[in-house]
């Protein structure tokens, strides 16, 4: 009862589900997901029904008189036939389908993703516009999202868009996929990469093409001039401090590369791939102190005036 219970609850609205389907390669996944349930069930109907019929018929008709002949042609068929045909159907559509999402599409939008410890870079190919865990995409068009890791395995997986595929140091695979419908996906790491893997979540924010093109012009772009006299003084000591060591801000002196591009920080939706909501309150405690969000995390705590603390806050959020 209770581990049905805890099953259960995975099943929440709050985690996407890969049977609610929004793009052209979940919805072929999903498809095969409900022939296989559907052949599943015809099997348990067969082998549910053949049982009690012969817990009624033994009752009968002791043994010895039921025909051998039938015997043996009911084995062959249930125990052999049966099963080459099920498998055969199963066999054939996941091989079809399987080259069905490798094939490209026509003039695909290209992103380079790289799986971090424990975070996800974000590449536009051919731009100069890098972000980090949030993967703004146009809907109706092939997306190729080509990954590579310089640390461990890691597992790209939208579950409502396409389906998992493993991030592997020393080579470079490619998801193609399609969003069918606008809106905000949420994906999450899939292979077990280390102690805060569970929260190596990002978002797909898939937008119609016009609005696309928009966030693309925008962020090639970026505003460079902080929006207050606060956020221009969060500039100066972000510069100044061991954040311009880890992280790049274009437009800036900040190039560091070991900790995500802050260039559109104040846009995302969580600090630290899901381990916080991206609140004022929480990024102070995260710039001070980000190990007390996400134990282990790659960013050491770092000490600062609370006026420094104050400014950055203020800097960061302003950058769209
Ligand atoms: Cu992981």
Redesign the pocket.
């Known amino acids: 009862m209770v581990s049905t219970a805890a099953l259960l609850a995975g099943c929440s609205h709050k985690s996407p589900s890969m049977l609610d389907a929004k793009g052209s390669e979940a919805s072929r996944i999903a498809g095969i997901w409900w022939l296989m349930f559907a052949l599943a069930i015809g099997v348990y109907v067969v082998v549910a029904g053949c049982i009690t019929l012969s817990i009624l018929r033994g009752r009968r008709r002791r043994a010895g008189t039921a025909s051998r002949r039938s015997e043996g042609l009911w084995l062959w068929l249930g125990g052999l036939v049966g099963p080459v045909i099920v498998l055969l159907v199963i066999a054939v559509v996941t091989v079809q389908t399987t080259a069905a999402l490798r094939k490209p599409g026509r003039d695909p939008l290209r992103v380079d993703v790289a799986?971090e410890d424990?975070w996800w870079r974000v590449h536009y190919t051919g731009t100069s516009i890098d972000t980090a865990n949030e993967i703004h995409l146009p809907t109706g068009r092939p997306i190729e999202i080509r990954l590579t890791s310089d640390n461990v395995v890691?597992?790209f997986w939208v579950p409502q868009l396409a389906g998992k595929m493993d991030v592997i140091p020393g080579q470079r695979n490619t998801l193609r996929f399609t969003v069918n419908k606008p809106g905000v996906y949420r994906g999450q790491?899939?292979?077990?990469?280390?102690l805060q893997?569970a929260n190596?979540a990002f978002w797909v924010i898939a937008e119609s093409p016009g609005l696309f093109e928009r966030w693309l012009t925008d962020h090639a772009n970026p505003t460079l001039e902080p929006a207050s006299e606060t956020a221009a003084q969060g500039q100066v000591v972000f510069q100044r401090q061991a954040c311009a060591g880890c992280h790049t801000i274009r437009g800036t002196t900040a190039r560091g590369t070991r900790g995500p591009d802050l260039t559109d920080f104040g846009s995302r939706r969580s600090i630290g791939s899901g381990a916080a909501d991206n609140t004022p309150a929480n990024l102070r405690q995260w710039i001070t102190d980000a190990p007390s969000i996400k134990p282990g995390v790659l960013m050491p705590p770092i000490t600062l005036s609370g006026a420094d603390a104050r400014s950055i806050v203020a800097y960061l959020e302003s950058l769209k």
């Open positions: 799986g424990w890691h597992s790491c899939a292979e077990f990469c280390g893997h190596m």
